[in-house]
């Protein structure tokens, strides 16, 4: 009798651990959400600021994924009963300080470099959910937009390099 308990905790373990938040999953949609926020803020600035058209372009794009990420993020986490932070956390609100002061080239260097450095984290943070997530629903959020932040990446990196 004892066994056939075990047997069953064991298997109803199993069976909850692609449906249960763990610490990676958590902080996965903290930090994503704290990443899609600031990329529409400062994303926003850059649709507005940007000397160069291209950076004018991306910072639009930013602003159009992030919150279409977002808004499934948001969804995600309610179904998980994870409450997302609210806005950017205070590094990217000084980033986006930074960015009102800004104007030129200069503004165009330094907004399209901190994507470059924000995108390769953000890379970091979804390998890492995919890896050690167990909610299924959270990883399948981070598979699904890794592509779609590893282009964000190339695509700064490509304006980066333009002088």
């Known amino acids: ?49 940007g000397q160069r058209d291209s950076i004018k372009i991306f910072g639009q794009m ?5 919150t279409m990420a977002q808004t499934s993020l948001d969804s995600i986490a309610g179904a ?24 030129g080239k200069t503004f165009d260097s330094v907004y399209i470099n901190s994507q470059v450095t924000d995108h390769q984290k953000t890379i970091s943070l979804f390998e890492d ?11 399948n959020f981070a598979n699904k937009n890794l592509p779609v932040i590893r282009m964000h990446y190339e695509m700064a990196v490509r304006l980066s390099s333009v002088r």
């Open 1 to 49: 009798m004892v066994i056939g308990v075990s047997v069953v905790a064991c298997d109803k373990d199993d069976d909850n651990d692609k449906n249960t938040v763990n610490a990676t999953d958590k902080n996965f949609i903290m930090q994503a959400t704290y990443g899609n926020k600031s990329e529409v803020a400062a994303g926003a600035i850059a649709a507005s600021k």
């Open 80 to 103: 998980v009963s994870v409450t997302p932070p609210a806005g950017p956390d205070s590094l990217h609100q000084a980033m986006a300080q930074q960015l009102l002061t800004l104007s």
């Open 129 to 139: 959910e995919i890896a050690h997530g167990q909610h299924q629903l959270v990883k």
């Open 62 to 66: 930013m602003v159009t994924d992030h």
